[in-house]
């Protein structure tokens, strides 16, 4: 079945990095966009940016721009969200998600999430 | 950025009425091109991701019982549970995917009376 695996919880102290990783199975890889969204304990859902599996293109959201990147390994059908310069304000569960848009836009709604990779940044 | 509101922040409903949840963007969220509405419903239960519901402002994702419809264009949308059941309990959340950056709803808490 369509499933997107994440990687377990890390824990981190501020100022370190963190890359967590997500693989796609079960659907062709190549023909979604797949997006990093993020939730602090107890608050919303906050989108961080996407990455075109098939070309590996990114667009990152400006709060993140300075310190994320999302890369990819079409081999193992898995992409990686790095962030750097952790803060306790990093605290967060970290989701990867499929984007569905019928036409292979960029622009879709998220049909399929990953279980989530909790990162308390903490000293 | 475009602002995603909803209300209200939370309701209780009695088991078997009706839920209705309120959801406005800062700009209209319909492609002239394809006369779409770039909006979505997600479900969130404790401990789990969000679940799709509604996408296309009103088209129902397989699966999710016929009991929620998503309605409403341009920049006022609404979400109907139109028979509360105990699994209906969760935070829900509008989402705009018209343009980046993607930005959700603040979210609506459903609990039973």
């Known amino acids: 079945q369509m499933q997107l695996v994440q990687s377990g919880a890390e824990v981190k102290k501020p100022g370190a990095s963190v890359k967590v990783s997500c693989k796609a199975s079960g659907y062709t890889f190549s023909g979604y966009y797949l997006h990093w969204v993020r939730q602090a304990p107890g608050q919303g859902l906050e989108w961080m940016g996407r990455i075109n599996p098939n070309s590996g293109e990114t667009h990152y959201a400006q709060n993140f721009q300075a310190r994320v990147t999302m890369t990819r390994d079409t081999s193992i059908t898995t992409i990686y969200m790095e962030l750097l310069r952790l803060t306790s304000d990093d605290t967060a569960v970290y989701y990867c998600a499929r984007a569905r848009s019928g036409n292979g836009s960029p622009l879709g709604y998220f049909d399929l999430w990953g279980r989530g990779t909790l990162v308390p940044v903490s000293s | 950025d475009i602002v995603m509101t909803q209300s209200p922040d939370s309701l209780a409903v009695s088991l078997g009425e009706r839920a209705t949840i309120n959801c406005k963007s800062s700009q209209s969220l319909l492609y002239s091109s394809n006369n779409k509405n770039y909006l979505a419903w997600y479900q969130q239960k404790p401990g789990q991701p969000p679940k799709l519901l509604v996408y296309?402002?009103?088209t129902r994702e397989s699966g999710v019982s016929d009991r929620i419809s998503g309605s409403g264009s341009g920049t006022d949308f609404t979400l109907t549970i139109s028979s509360l059941q105990a699994e209906d309990v969760a935070v829900y959340y509008c989402q705009q995917y018209y343009s980046t950056p993607f930005t959700f709803g603040p979210g609506t808490k459903v609990d039973i009376k």
């Open positions: 296309w402002a009103s």
